[in-house]
């Protein structure tokens, strides 16, 4: 890898990394579903407004299939989990589970691209497991290991799951769409799809100047400009 990829990553570890600070403060405020809608639909649409600026062919007819799959995997399912999970879990929680991406990352990648599992990265898979598994079960969580914590838990490590899915999908079936492309149609597409089943989920609020910065913070920032780089890195 280049310099500039990992400064990439060091940038996009920094940034989705404060995603799950703002995602604490606003499953509170906005539901689950409304936390995860919003952000989707905010991203979404900030970076299709974009690509019209640049006159960026996004190729809707073509790829519509693919965005919305991908956008479920990668956004939809991801989002709403680690939104269900802020309910209950601090935001250090869902940063440490969200850990277990890369181990389910390269178990995939072993199932369906063929990546050898060498026995370091089988003994490192494990270790990996191990450690979120021991860090989860000894951190602080008030109220103790109940069943909603014990589903929270749950959900955050599908979320890691549905992240590693999405990454051996798109190199697979997806490397010939532009990194621009695949954020904004992805996340627009699942937040289309997620927008109605916001009616069902009551926001708590009060919602505030302060969760109004949250979110845009949440969705320009750590989702759209996000998946920009992800994408990125991932073409390269």
């Known amino acids: 890898m280049k310099p500039i990829h990992w400064i990439s990553l060091i940038i996009l570890a920094t940034i989705s990394g404060s995603s799950f600070i703002f995602t604490r403060a606003l499953a509170p405020v906005l539901g689950a579903i409304g936390t995860a809608g919003l952000r989707l639909l905010l991203a979404g649409l900030s970076l299709v407004v974009y690509a019209a600026l640049v006159r960026f062919d996004l190729q809707w007819r073509q790829n519509f299939g693919l965005y919305l799959s991908i956008g479920i995997i990668n956004s939809g399912l991801p989002f709403l989990f680690y939104s269900f999970a802020a309910l209950e879990l601090p935001a250090a929680y869902l940063a440490i589970i969200n850990a277990s991406s890369p181990l389910f990352g390269a178990l995939f990648s072993a199932i369906w691209l063929g990546d050898k599992l060498t026995s370091n990265k089988l003994v ?27 589903l929270s838990i749950g959900a955050c490590v599908a979320a890691a799951a549905c992240y590693a899915l999405s990454g051996v999908f798109i190199k697979k079936k997806a490397k010939h769409l532009k990194p621009l492309a695949l954020a904004a149609c992805s996340q627009l597409a699942a937040g289309v799809l997620i927008a109605p089943l916001m009616s069902i989920d009551v926001p708590p609020g009060p919602f505030t100047w302060t969760s109004v910065l949250q979110l845009l913070a949440l969705a320009l920032v750590c989702s759209a400009v996000a998946y920009l780089i992800y994408f990125r890195l991932m073409a390269e």
């Open 124 to 150: 490192g898979l494990i270790m990996g497991m191990v450690g979120v598994g021991f860090v989860s079960y000894n951190g602080a969580v008030e109220g103790g290991l109940s069943a909603a914590v014990l």
